[in-house]
């Protein structure tokens, strides 16, 4: 079954909105990653999806100002969060490259790539990356950037196969401007195990298009 996550960044306006939009994506195999203030809400309504949040902060509980704490995200459900180190969540590390990697050809941006994984993931023991989900994004394809088109879905199923020899994690999961009409053409793939939505997880019937181009069952 391919993983769906909903990264709806710094939206919506009110927790009524939130709430609504919620229960609209609310269908299994979907992770939803509200802003943090959402949380609780968005948890009280879904029977489905799982509850992701955006950040995590390293340490459990202390003087940090603004920091959100992993043990606080795990007592109000949260299963998964984006990026971050975080003890007991199941993470969704993000990796990618510029354009100017990119335009130098696939075997740069692979190489760019790498160095990020061996980075990120230093120190991580390898029982614990095999929770990790990685998502493919490079940069330029992200819906707000600059110009930005999704990536040739071939060329990102190359490069999510190479993370999958490179990495033993969960899964590799393709993120950037996926859309209701592309969404096929990336989930399709062997190599690719879902996809991070953005833009469109703002779209409930966009939303669920992509959710039918994963599980045709819904
Ligand atoms: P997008 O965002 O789908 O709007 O390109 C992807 C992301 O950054 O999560």
């Known amino acids: ?47 489905h999806a799982s509850l992701g949040a955006q950040n995590v902060f390293w340490e459990n509980g202390g003087p940090f100002t603004g920091e959100v704490s992993p043990s606080q995200l795990k007592n109000l459900s949260v299963s998964f969060v984006i990026a971050g180190h975080s003890e007991g969540l199941q993470v969704i590390l993000c990796v990618g490259e510029p354009i100017q990697i990119r335009k130098d050809g696939i075997r740069s941006a692979k190489d760019f790539i790498t160095n990020q994984i061996r980075y990120d993931l230093r120190g991580v023991k390898r029982s614990d990356a095999k929770k990790v989900i990685i998502t493919y994004e490079p940069i330029w394809a992200i819906s707000t950037s600059q110009n930005a088109e999704p990536d040739i879905p071939e060329e990102a199923a190359e490069i999510c196969a190479y993370i999958k020899n490179l990495v033993n994690v969960r899964g590799v999961i393709y993120g950037g401007s996926v859309n209701a009409k592309n969404a096929k053409e990336f989930l399709g793939r062997d190599d690719i195990d879902g996809a991070l939505v953005g833009g469109e997880s703002l779209k409930p019937k966009e939303f669920q298009k992509i959710v039918s181009a994963a599980t045709p069952l819904v």
């Open 1 to 47: 079954m391919k993983l769906i996550a909903a990264n709806w960044k710094s939206n919506p306006d009110t927790a009524k909105t939130a709430e609504r939009l919620a229960l609209a994506e609310d269908y299994e195999g979907v992770i939803i990653i509200p802003p943090f203030q959402y949380l609780e809400r968005v948890r009280s309504v879904l029977k």
